[in-house]
């Protein structure tokens, strides 16, 4: 992903290593266009470098803002998806590790036979804890209770 920095004029710019991200995102690139990619990749790196609007950009997501500024999304399609995907993987890695880490404090020892639903049900209360806390136990006993008849009120 820092193949893509903008930073220094593209200095760390490396195709190699942007091939090998679109190889790992066989979904989104068809054999086709990985193909195109390396092509637009050319194409891209001398344009971007010759381009004085692109120079002292910070970081890929100033690269994102610019190229669509100026239009250069729509001319270096792939690339752009490139850079959008490089832009969502941290945020989608993070969210799978705070999950996994959740479930480790989830599940214990007492808990190691639990369902499948009660272990998901109580992994999204925990990962959603600030939002639960903002719930009454009293909305949450009247809903319950509507639910349907029971033989006493809550």
């Known amino acids: 992903m820092s193949s893509l920095s903008p930073r220094d004029n593209f200095s760390s710019f490396n ?16 054999f086709d266009e990985k193909d195109k990619l390396i092509d637009e990749l050319g194409h891209y790196i ?9 120079d002292n950009l910070n970081g890929v997501s100033d ?23 490089s832009l969502v ?4 890695t993070a ?13 214990t ?3 190691n036979r639990m369902g ?11 990962i959603e804890k600030e939002f639960l806390q903002k719930v ?4 949450v006993m009247q809903r319950f209770q509507k639910m349907k008849t029971r033989r006493q009120q809550l």
Do not use: W
């Open 109 to 111: 020892e007492l808990r």
């Open 136 to 139: 009454s136990v009293e909305s």
């Open 63 to 85: 690269l994102a803002k610019r190229m669509v500024e100026t239009r250069k999304h729509i001319e270096y399609q792939l690339v752009y998806r490139l850079i959008k995907l």
């Open 89 to 92: 993987l941290p945020v989608a």
């Open 46 to 54: 001398s344009n971007m470098k010759k381009d004085s609007r692109f």
């Open 116 to 126: 499948d639903g009660y272990m998901n049900d109580s992994c999204i209360c925990y």
């Open 95 to 107: 969210s799978v590790e705070r999950s996994f880490s959740s479930m480790k404090l989830v599940k």
């Open 15 to 30: 195709k190699l290593n942007l091939l090998k991200l679109a190889e790992m995102y066989p979904y989104d690139f068809t």
